[in-house]
Structure formats: C-alpha cells, structure tokens
C-alpha cells in the first residue's frame, strides 16, 4: 500500500503479509506477535477510545481466567489428565484473546488520516486473493505440505500437540474421504478446511466491497474472474456450512439493497448459478449433499459437550475435553496402531460449543451477546462498509453452531467489528 501511515504497519504487516506468516509457521498466531506494537501505538494515544459493546467481550476474556480453575477437573463421561497439551491449549486461546481484544482498540483508535477505512477494506480484499491462491493450491497439489522454522525450532513436546501442529505446520489441504474416497479440502493459507471455509465468505464480502463498490476500472475488470477462480475451491471444500453462509449472503442483500442493486444480485446469482449447472462442479456438490456423513458425529459432540457444560455451567472446564465413546461405539481414543482414530473433542464443532466447554452457558451467552449487538447498533447504518460489516456478524452468529473460531476465523469477524465502529464514530453516531 503506497503511502501508509506508519502508524497502520501492525495491520497491514497481519493482513497483506499473511502468506509469510504462515510460510513462516505463525499463521493464526501472526496477531499475537503483531500484538505488542499494536499495544504500543495505543499506549502513546491514551486517552483510549473502546466500543460501545466491548464490555462483554472484558467479561469473556475475564470469565477465561477464571475458568483455568477448572483445567484438572473432568467432566462426567470424558477421559484424559491435567497435562502440557492441555495447559498449552489454554494459553494459546487466552493469549489470543488478548491479543485481539488490543487489535480491535488499536484499529478502533487510529484515524481516518492514519489508517482510511477504504485501505482497511482494501487489505481484507487483498487476503481475499491470497485465500483464492491457496484454496487452488489445495485442489491442485492437496498434499503439499512442508516443515515451517517455527515447528523446527519448537521442541516435540509443543510441536507435537495436535492443536499447536495444525497451526505451525503449513499444508495445502486436508484429504478427507467425506465423499466416500480420498478427495482435497482446501485449507491453505490457514489452519484447517473449516476455517478456510469460514474466512473465504468473510473476505469475498469485504473484496466486493473494495474492488468493486469503491473499485476504479482496472479493480472491477478483476472481480468477476477472481470471483470465478474462487468457485472452484469453495465447491471443493465440501463446505455444508460456507455454502449456506454464501445463500444466506445473497438473501440479506436482496433484501437491504436499494431496488436497483437487487437487479444487479439478482442478475449476478442467476448468471453464477447457470455457469454452475453447466460446469463439472454441480455434481461434487449433489454428491455432498447426499452424504451427511459428518451429521451423526456432529450431533454426538454437541450433546456431549452441552452435557459436560452443564456440570459447569457458569466457568465451563477452561479448554476441550475428549468424550468417552462415540456416535458408534463406547470406547474410543488413540491406539499404537491407529494414531488417527478417536473422536473430536467437545467442543470443536463450532464456536458456541467450544465456549460451553471452555467458559459454560455464560461465557457462549456473552458472544452472543457481544456480536447480536453489534448486529443490533449497526442495522441502520445503510453505507456499503455498515451492510457489509452488519453481514459478517450475522455470518458470525450462524458459523459458531459449525464452526471453531479460533484461530484466523475470529480475526476477521473482530476486524468487521472495528471496521463497523469506526464508520459509526465517523458518522456521528458513537
């Protein structure tokens, strides 16, 4: 970005830069790193502005602490102990946590001057590219893989924990035999299939309104081929959830634009879906839709995890636990022959779960809380970046029943926000 103030470097080192943090092994973690001189900048800026709002997301981040109380107790029916994976779990998640909580102070306290919202919108559509690039990565060359500089200079013992080796070790795709064979998931350039899935219709979002709303010539003539390329690894995800978070876009836009835009959805979405039926790719998706393969596993983990919860329901057990037995059997876990077998953990099939086992039914009501909010102040605001922002929490609301939010997932949701709130202190109304 020519011209940057250097005041917006931390942003645009996390979002134009991504491709290299996750080269280097940070990916997710990249904002934790980018933390302190975004604490710096708003050090040297007291008094600091906060959201309306922002309260709840203190309370989360409060009621995290207090749930480390509960990292050596068990839940009734899950099994494991109190050991390194599991206290490195927990650090990681609190240390993100803080770290976005300053991200979204220090975008929120920049100026306009500083860092202008069309730039802020702009690097999102920029990570939109580099979300396409590795989405084709994935189905192109599904098993690249390589060892990152952080994961060779982490000792095993870190390196090795399931949850900490997603996010340091960069792999284009996760195989999955969700089809009945072995077929790509597209996961590049962040942690897992879900997320890729999750972040892509975030930043489309963002990209439409950059390149396209606020675009000049040369940015327009590149959306619609950039939005074509994007189809073919958003088809191959096999992603039940980005393509209900995609549907769902459509009808929020029909029904908030202006009468002439609806023309211009309308017109987009039929031209797409013809492309769609005529090419290849239509019969991957009916192929997904006819197997729910995931279905009897999800509905396992959400009712062992909302059962778990409700033995601590006020500070949840402060990190994931893993269930005794599963949707098919009463046994489960690792075995020396079979490394991969066992079952999910509780809580890892969306946001709102993962809350109810880390921080009980209190700590999922304050997300809520926190994005319906957001919701809620931001509905009237009619500009592109407020429908648009007002969207991705909406989005937000619906991915946590399927989705993990952390790592990267949170990031962009959080960022939406901050680009919400500045456009209303622009506006007058905050």
Not at 56 to 77: F, H, N, R
Not at 93 to 105: E, P, Q
Not at 152 to 172: Q, Y
Request: charge should be positive; charged fraction near 10%.
């Amino acid at each position: 970005m020519r011209g940057l103030h250097p005041a917006a470097w931390p942003i645009a080192a996390l979002l134009i830069g991504y491709p290299l943090w996750w080269a280097l092994g940070f990916g997710g973690l990249s904002v934790i790193v980018l933390a302190p001189p975004m604490a710096l900048a708003l050090w040297r800026r007291r008094p600091i502005r906060a959201p309306r709002g922002f309260g709840l997301w203190l309370l989360l981040l409060a009621g995290y602490l207090v749930s480390a109380l509960m990292l050596d107790e068990m839940p009734p029916d899950t099994y494991g102990e109190l050991g390194a994976g599991r206290v490195i779990g927990y650090l990681m998640r609190l240390f993100l946590y803080v770290s976005l909580m300053i991200m979204v102070l220090y975008l929120g306290n920049l100026t306009e001057q500083e860092l202008p919202q069309l730039t802020l919108v702009r690097m999102l559509g920029v990570l939109f590219v580099t979300t396409v690039a590795g989405g084709l990565l994935g189905v192109l060359v599904p098993r690249a893989d390589f060892t990152s500089p952080v994961e060779r200079i982490l000792p095993h013992w870190i390196s090795g924990n399931s949850f900490v080796h997603n996010l340091i070790h960069p792999t284009a795709a996760q195989v999955q035999k969700v089809l009945g064979h072995s077929s790509p998931r597209p996961e590049a350039p962040f942690e897992w299939a879900n997320a890729w899935g999750s972040n892509i219709s975030v930043l489309l979002i963002w990209f439409v309104v950059g390149w396209w709303v606020y675009g000049g010539p040369r940015r327009r003539l590149a959306v619609v081929p950039l939005i074509a390329l994007a189809a073919v690894p958003i088809v191959y995800s096999l992603n039940r959830g980005l393509w209900i978070g995609l549907g769902i876009a459509t009808v929020y836009l029909f029904l908030r634009l202006g009468a002439r835009a609806r023309v211009v959805v309308l017109s987009a979405t039929a031209c797409g879906a013809l492309v769609f039926f005529l090419s290849p790719l239509q019969a991957m998706v009916a192929q997904r839709l006819d197997s729910p393969h995931s279905n009897d596993i999800r509905a396992f983990t959400v009712t062992a995890t909302v059962a778990a919860a409700a033995t601590s329901p006020i500070i949840g057990y402060g990190n994931t636990r893993n269930a005794m037995g599963n949707h098919r059997t009463v046994t489960t876990g690792k075995t020396g022959w079979c490394d991969v077998c066992g079952h999910p953990p509780l809580g890892s099939d969306g946001q709102l779960w993962h809350l109810m086992i880390t921080q009980g039914f209190v700590g999922a009501a304050l997300y809520v809380a926190f994005f319906a909010g957001a919701v809620r102040r931001h509905w009237r605001d009619r500009s592109p970046i407020g429908l648009a922002g007002v969207l991705v929490m909406i989005l937000t609301l619906l991915y946590m029943f399927v989705y993990d939010g952390l790592v990267t997932p949170l990031n962009l949701y959080l960022i939406s926000f901050a680009l919400l709130w500045r456009n209303s202190m622009a506006s007058g109304a905050a």
